[in-house]
């Protein structure tokens, strides 16, 4: 199994540019998240999809952060425009059920750096 | 709305010292909780989880956790800690959503 799969792993990019961050789940997963990580607010919960439907968006910071699940095996994460607060590493997870109990299986991350 | 608090931000233990971290929660109920361990560059990986049945649950890596109740706890432990657990490990639990909250983490620093 190839875990969840992750792109670009680092992006750097100048204020006001377009930035898109990719995400493959574990093939028969339902139910995937994005998180952002930085040091000031620890691991935040930005949106979490169940069968490629958005459930849970109240973490999506404003306007200029959007997500898409288009099918099962990909999900995309855009911001436009950046800003440099936006710098942090995101994370994707995938778990096989929507289920409380169940394990959440991370991405090695995208560390985002804003110019 | 729930809540994870580790109240440790960073633990130095010598090699071959025991390790007990810290966490409390805040969901009334029984909750699912977790622990999950995230190496320096990489996604956070399980460590293990409680739901039900034995409160002393073992996971990898030859840790393990004690739910207790009465002390809406979940502490960490590890007889004998290694240089190669120097990390960042995360609590978290999932109660009344099936989404789960994190802690802020404590990152363990391993003293040869």
Request: glycine letters at 8%.
């Amino acid at each position: 199994d190839a875990g969840v799969i992750q792109s670009p792993r680092h992006e750097v990019t100048e204020m006001g540019q377009e930035v898109t961050l990719r995400c493959k789940p574990i093939s028969g997963h339902n139910s995937l998240f994005w998180y952002r990580q930085t040091m000031m607010r620890g691991l935040e919960l930005l949106i979490y999809f169940n069968n490629n439907v958005p459930i849970d968006d109240s973490g999506m910071p404003e306007d200029r952060f959007s997500a898409k699940m288009p099918n099962a095996s990909f999900s995309t994460l855009k911001i436009q425009p950046s800003e440099p607060r936006d710098s942090a590493v995101y994370f994707c997870a995938s778990s096989r059920t929507s289920g409380g109990a169940d394990t959440q299986y991370f991405g090695p991350g995208t560390r985002l750096t804003v110019l | 709305a729930q809540s994870v608090t580790q109240p440790d931000i960073h633990i130095t233990v010598s090699e071959g010292a025991s390790l007990e971290l810290r966490c409390n929660y805040s969901y009334g109920a029984t909750p699912y909780l977790f622990w999950y361990v995230q190496s320096p560059g990489q996604g956070l990986q399980l460590l293990l989880k409680y739901f039900s049945g034995d409160t002393l649950v073992q996971g990898i890596k030859g840790f393990e956790a004690e739910f207790k109740r009465s002390q809406s706890s979940f502490n960490l432990r590890k007889p004998s800690v290694h240089w190669s657990d120097a990390a960042e490990y995360f609590c978290a639990e999932s109660g009344g959503s099936y989404i789960p909250t994190f802690g802020r983490g404590t990152s363990l620093i391993v003293h040869p």
